[in-house]
């Protein structure tokens, strides 16, 4: 097939939407979470296929939500369907109770249960027949994060030679982590039968180096830069780092908007008084919300002469509130929020207003606008894509960005934001103070940096960065829809 016909096949655990019941019908609601803001930009621009599970259990029906989802995204989705004991096994089991703590350092909250590997592979190997029915000579197939790790080789099993890309929006742990987990071989095993391995950062890709040499025997690594090349089964793997970014361009754009504008200016009348600190996070305990409550709180004991002139906004997106962990955090979270609102609201101001829900894209965009001050703190993440959201939509550049110095996101922006350990809630308290006496020409001048660096850096450099390291070309050799479907 020549490149006019060549199309990008997507395949992650999730479809990009989110379905729920409304009475006696379906309700679709647009995707949440780093990799569909990355990626569905691309897809509607360039067509293609997305793979994924729509989030049921059972045998439901729901062809016709996918088909209208399609329509209205620009691209075409197709099912990879889950039982309940695959939920259980596959996503809340492997998926979410060993990758997803470990890679993140929290070894503490795994749960090696041996039952999850075997249900991990059958479902990685029912992810592969679907990519087998949709993909075509000359497509290149990209496949996504933790869920996924064994896919690949259940393809080449079938005999497949089709050129295949990984890449891990989490990240990489060290040795020493890693090394914890029951099936540490055969998961490198099968990340080797893809041909390229994309990770956010050299320090992922350094832990990944590290546990490929420690692991698997007759491998030979080398080069230098961006990309590597590993040599093992008489195959070469290239191996690099792409920290993942977002459409710079809608994002400004739509926050210039008269609607983005009017949610500023209700946002502005809610809370009318002093600089608005703001907190935007799915729920979950990598995104060390407990910490910067209590940092919060620290400021507010230190500086009793900003009472009334700062308000924390912390946004908590429901995630995954079916596994006894994550409500726990909710209820967590709730608590400190009452205990520090109890201590110190006075007449006509409350110190944080908490929102648990997902916000409009308008919404969340006129909370941009408004926020003098994005306190960005987890306490590990792959990129955290809600830092750059943040420096696209601040268009009177004016803002201040504190960063956790655990973020993916934090060597590309340690030059304009205020760099944390979110641990260390002191450390926290004194830069939001920095902040808030930051004067105009610093926060204009930090600002621009950040602005320049996602701007120049933007979804579209990421993915022909990684395009071009898979041998699969570049962007442009995947037609527009228009090239695709002419009108």
């Given at each position: ?156 099993k079938a005999g497949a030679l089709t050129n295949m890309g990984f890449f891990l929006h989490i990240p990489f742990p060290p040795l020493d982590i890693f090394a914890k987990l029951p099936w540490r071989k055969e998961i490198l095993r099968s990340m080797l039968d893809y041909d390229l391995i994309g990770l956010q950062t050299p320090r992922d890709r350094r832990n990944l180096v590290q546990c490929l040499r420690t692991f698997i025997d007759d491998i030979t690594i080398e080069g230098k830069g961006q990309v590597i090349e590993a040599r093992a089964r008489e195959r070469t793997i290239r191996i690099g780092y792409f920290p993942i970014s977002i459409d710079y361009e809608e994002f400004s754009q739509l926050a210039g908007s008269r609607e983005v504008a009017d949610a500023a200016w209700f946002i502005h009348e809610d809370i009318p008084k002093g600089k608005i600190v703001l907190g935007v996070d799915r729920l979950d305990y ?202």
């Amino acid at each position: 097939m020549d490149k006019d016909g060549r199309k990008l096949i997507i395949a992650s655990n999730r479809l990009p939407f989110i379905i729920e019941r409304d009475g006696g019908s379906w309700r679709l609601l647009p995707g949440s979470g780093g990799l569909v803001t990355a990626l569905a930009p691309v897809l509607r621009d360039r067509g293609g296929i997305w793979i994924g599970w729509p989030g049921l259990a059972g045998a439901v029906d729901i062809s016709e939500q996918i088909e209208r989802a399609s329509a209205d995204a620009g691209f075409d989705m197709k099912p990879v369907h889950l039982d309940d004991e695959d939920v259980q096994r596959y996503y809340k089991g492997l998926s979410n109770e060993v990758l997803w703590p470990l890679f993140h350092d929290l070894q503490s909250y795994c749960n090696f249960d041996p039952s999850y590997w075997q249900s991990y592979l059958d479902i990685n190997a029912r992810f592969a027949r679907v990519i087998g029915e949709h993909a075509l000579a000359g497509d290149f197939i990209w496949i996504h994060d933790y869920h996924l790790l064994a896919t690949a080789s259940e393809i080449r099993k079938a005999g497949a030679l089709t050129n295949m890309g990984f890449f891990l929006h989490i990240p990489f742990p060290p040795l020493d982590i890693f090394a914890k987990l029951p099936w540490r071989k055969e998961i490198l095993r099968s990340m080797l039968d893809y041909d390229l391995i994309g990770l956010q950062t050299p320090r992922d890709r350094r832990n990944l180096v590290q546990c490929l040499r420690t692991f698997i025997d007759d491998i030979t690594i080398e080069g230098k830069g961006q990309v590597i090349e590993a040599r093992a089964r008489e195959r070469t793997i290239r191996i690099g780092y792409f920290p993942i970014s977002i459409d710079y361009e809608e994002f400004s754009q739509l926050a210039g908007s008269r609607e983005v504008a009017d949610a500023a200016w209700f946002i502005h009348e809610d809370i009318p008084k002093g600089k608005i600190v703001l907190g935007v996070d799915r729920l979950d305990y990598t995104k060390g919300i407990p910490y910067r409550l209590r940092a919060f709180e620290n400021f507010l004991e230190k500086h009793p002469e900003l009472h009334r002139k700062i308000t924390l906004v912390q946004v908590v997106v429901p995630s995954r509130r079916d596994i006894p962990v994550y409500e726990d955090l909710k209820t967590e979270i709730e608590r400190m929020v009452g205990e520090i609102n109890g201590r110190f609201t006075r007449s006509g101001w409350v110190p944080i207003h908490y929102i648990f829900r997902s916000l409009s894209r308008p919404e969340l965009l006129g909370y941009y606008r408004t926020a003098e001050i994005a306190l960005i703190t987890p306490i590990k993440d792959g990129m955290n894509l809600v830092a750059k959201e943040y420096c696209a939509s601040n268009i009177e550049k004016s803002g201040v960005l504190i960063l956790s110095e655990f973020a993916g996101a934090s060597p590309q922006m340690k030059k304009g934001a205020i760099l944390v350990n979110p641990y260390n809630i002191e450390q926290v308290s004194d830069a939001i103070y920095r902040a808030w006496t930051m004067d105009l020409h610093e926060r204009r001048a930090r600002m621009e940096k950040l602005q320049s660096s996602v701007a120049r850096n933007d979804i579209y450099w990421w993915v022909n960065s990684y395009l071009k390291a898979s041998l699969a070309g570049q962007l442009d050799d995947f037609p527009t829809v228009s090239l695709i479907n002419p009108r």
